[in-house]
Every structure is written in structure tokens, then in C-alpha cells.
Nanobody, 122 residues
Framework: QLQLAESGGGLVQTGGSLRLSCAAS????????IGWFRQAPGKEREWVSR????????NSVDSVKGRFALSRDNAKNTVYLQMNSLKPEDAAVYYC???????????????WGKGTQVTVSS
């Protein structure tokens, strides 16, 4: 059974950067599409970005385009979310998820990590 673990969250000032990692165990990540989602207090979970199995097709929600970038290292069984120029509205718990189809819907993802907190101070 695939298990995911996020890391790399923390407190950063507006304009700063963080790199989140999503490490997999129990199966290889290159069998899956990987999505990142986030959820701020009182808000619904929001799709952020996704990357296909080969890493060739990446897409992101408009609010993070040009600031966030996904990459995957299948040899390390890890996907990374590089977040630059962070804004207070980016603060949330960030989750990585794995699924078989390219989708922005959370229901399309079968495996989820427990999340990592990102806090952006103004």
C-alpha cells in the first residue's frame, strides 16, 4: 500500500520560499499522478498543482502559476513543490496525493499524506 509523507512546511515571511517534499513508501511514485492540495482554516480543500507520471505534464491553479513549480525524482520516490514569492493567502495545510488519472478533483486521488503546515507572515 502506498504511503505518502509531506515535509518542508514552516513559517516564512511574505515573499519568501519553501520547498515541500512528498516522500512515498510501499510503492513507487512513478506509477501515479501526484497532486498537491491545500486547505486553509474555514475553507474548502483546494487543488494547487499536479504532475504526471513522467513529470512532463505539470499544471497549476492560476493563483500560483509563475510562483510554484512541481518536480519529481522517481529515483528518490519523491515529488517536490517549490513555492516562491509566498503570500499570506498561500498559508494553509498542504497535502500531497497520488492517483491514477490526471485530475484536479480530490476524489480522483486514492492516497493522501497527513499534510504539512505552511504559514506566511505579512
Amino acid at each position: 500500500q502506498l504511503q505518502l509523507a509531506e515535509s518542508g512546511g514552516g513559517l516564512v515571511q511574505t515573499g519568501g520560499s519553501l520547498r515541500l517534499s512528498c516522500a512515498a513508501s510501499g510503492n513507487t511514485l512513478d506509477n501515479y499522478v501526484i497532486g498537491w492540495f491545500r486547505q486553509a482554516p474555514g475553507k474548502e480543500r483546494e487543488w494547487v498543482s499536479r504532475i504526471c507520471r513522467t513529470g512532463f505534464i505539470e499544471n497549476s491553479v492560476d493563483s500560483v502559476k509563475g510562483r510554484f513549480a512541481l518536480s519529481r525524482d522517481n529515483a528518490k520516490n519523491t515529488v517536490y513543490l517549490q513555492m516562491n514569492s509566498l503570500k499570506p493567502e498561500d498559508a494553509a495545510v498542504y497535502y500531497c496525493a497520488a492517483g491514477r488519472t490526471i485530475s484536479m478533483r480530490s476524489s480522483s486521488y486514492d492516497y493522501w499524506g497527513k499534510g504539512t503546515q505552511v504559514t506566511v507572515s505579512s
